[in-house]
C-alpha cells in the first residue's frame, strides 16, 4: 500500500473478485512521497525502524499502519 497516488486492491470471495483503489485519504492518513521514506545506510534505517516502533509519528510510521492495517485484511 503506498501513500502516493492511488494503490489498486482486489478482494476475493467466494463471490468473485472485487477490485477497487486506496488514497492516503482513503485511509485518513497524510499523503507522502517515496523519498520520505528514503535512507542512505544501513545504519539509518535501523534508526527508522527503531523509530517506528517507538511510535514516532510521521511518514515511516504511516506507512507501516497502512501496510499492516492491509495484511489484516488479507
Known sequence: VALWGTTTVFE???AGISR????A???GLAECR???LRVASP?????????????E?????DIVAANAG????A
Open 43 to 55: 545504519q539509518e534505517s535501523a534508526l527508522a525502524i527503531r523509530g517506528v516502533l517507538a511510535g
Open 57 to 61: 509519528t510521521g511518514p515511516r510510521g
Open 25 to 27: 485519504a482513503d485511509l
Open 34 to 36: 517515496p523519498d520520505d
Open 70 to 73: 492491509a495484511a489484516l485484511l
Open 12 to 14: 476475493v470471495t467466494t
Open 20 to 23: 477497487g483503489t486506496w488514497t
